[in-house]
Nanobody, 117 residues
């Protein structure tokens, strides 16, 4: 079954950390461009970070000092390490996988991150 499953979300206090995971199945994971997106209540979905098959990373500029994206192709899993979390980071976080050669685009179901004291 082709799917992406996020995990690791939850409630954290401001200044805390979380690590999100995105586990893929049914795809040749190492060939996919991967990304994390988030959507806060009442706002559009926004890009957080991407990582290429070769491990090249990009970030939304104002998040790059606190967030780190990585991937483990042997485990078919992508990660998002989030540090010094702020209330404005509260959102549903989604993982995305794309492979241009096959026009394949996949989304996970999302995991809720809430930053609150």
């Amino acid at each position: 079954q082709v799917q992406l499953v996020e995990s690791g979300g939850g409630l954290v206090q401001p200044g805390g950390s979380l690590r999100l995971s995105c586990a893929a199945s049914g795809i040749i994971f190492r060939l996919y461009e991967l990304g994390w997106y988030r959507q806060a209540p009442g706002k559009q979905r926004e890009l957080v970070a991407t990582i290429s098959p070769g491990g090249y990373t990009t970030y939304t500029d104002y998040l790059k000092d606190r967030f780190t994206v990585s991937r483990n192709n042997a485990l078919n899993t992508m990660y998002l390490q989030m540090n010094n979390l702020k209330p404005e980071d509260t959102a549903v976080y989604y993982c995305n996988a794309e492979r241009a050669s096959t026009r394949s685009i996949l989304w996970g179901q999302g995991t809720q991150v809430t930053v609150s004291s």
